[in-house]
């Protein structure tokens, strides 16, 4: 069965600043990677996915992340914390193959306060 | 393009009631799919249709919780009788499920369900 650990349930950060969320996953395959933001009251929104192309994804809003095989890893960056980002942020893995290739599992989630 | 509608926004019911949730997938979305995110904690799969079919329920407490969608298109998702840990937001997503792709899933907003 697959898995997503998210180190950190709170996260803050001075405006300007990196922001670092980190992801974890546990599959006996690589599988795709997601990352989706959900604002207060408000559903889930795509950030970006990793689907076996390129190791290094570039999202919307200026986030990327890189996963890395080895570290079965997916961390999210972005360079400069925006007041808008504060959002809780969700890692989510899904099988590359068959009928089960759409489920998600989440991870439990990182919410990110951004500092003036 | 209209996104996915969910209703009521919010429900409190005390524990033995009954609530049923509502929900409008994209026009075309041939996948629609349930989650439960008690607060704290990330999505979790209820239950995915494929058109008015079944794809996965294995996470769906079936003696309580049920759903269906009729005709392809709308879905309920319905909670009897509700217990106190059933409080959670109710989230629906739809995809287009295009064969042999991965597609991005949409979120609604979502229901948010307290029990007292």
């Known amino acids: 069965a697959q898995s997503v650990t998210q180190l950190g349930s709170h996260v803050s950060v001075s405006e300007g600043a990196l922001v670092l969320l980190r992801c974890n996953y546990s599959?006996?395959?690589?599988?795709?990677l997601f990352w989706y933001v959900q604002y207060p009251n408000q559903g889930l929104q795509l950030l970006l996915k990793?689907?076996?192309?390129?190791?290094l994804v570039k999202g919307i809003n200026g986030f990327e992340a890189e996963f890395k095989k080895s570290e079965t890893s997916f961390h999210l960056t972005k360079p400069s914390a925006h007041m808008s980002d504060a959002a809780e942020y969700f890692c989510?893995?899904?099988?590359?193959?068959?009928?089960?290739?759409?489920?998600?599992?989440f991870g439990g989630g990182t919410r990110v306060l951004v500092k003036p | 393009e209209a996104g996915v509608a969910q209703s009521p926004r919010y429900k409190i019911i005390e524990k033995r009631q009954s609530v049923a949730f509502w929900c409008n997938p994209i026009?075309?979305?041939?996948?629609l799919y349930w989650y439960q995110q008690i607060l704290g904690q990330g999505p979790k799969l209820l239950i995915q249709f494929q058109n008015n079919g079944v794809v996965d329920d294995s996470q769906l407490p079936k003696d309580r919780f049920s759903a269906e969608r009729l005709k392809g298109v709308d879905s309920t998702l319905k909670i009897q009788p509700a217990k106190l840990e059933d409080s959670a937001v109710y989230l629906c997503?739809?995809?287009?499920?295009?064969?042999?792709?991965?597609?991005?899933?949409?979120f609604g907003p979502g229901t948010r369900l307290t029990v007292l």
């Open positions: 997503a739809s995809s287009s499920r295009t064969s042999g792709r991965l597609d991005e899933q949409f």
């Open positions: 990793y689907t076996s192309a390129a190791t």
């Open positions: 989510a893995v899904s099988p590359n193959s068959g009928a089960a290739g759409n489920k998600l599992t």
């Open positions: 599959s006996s395959v690589p599988p795709y």
């Open positions: 026009s075309g979305h041939a996948t």
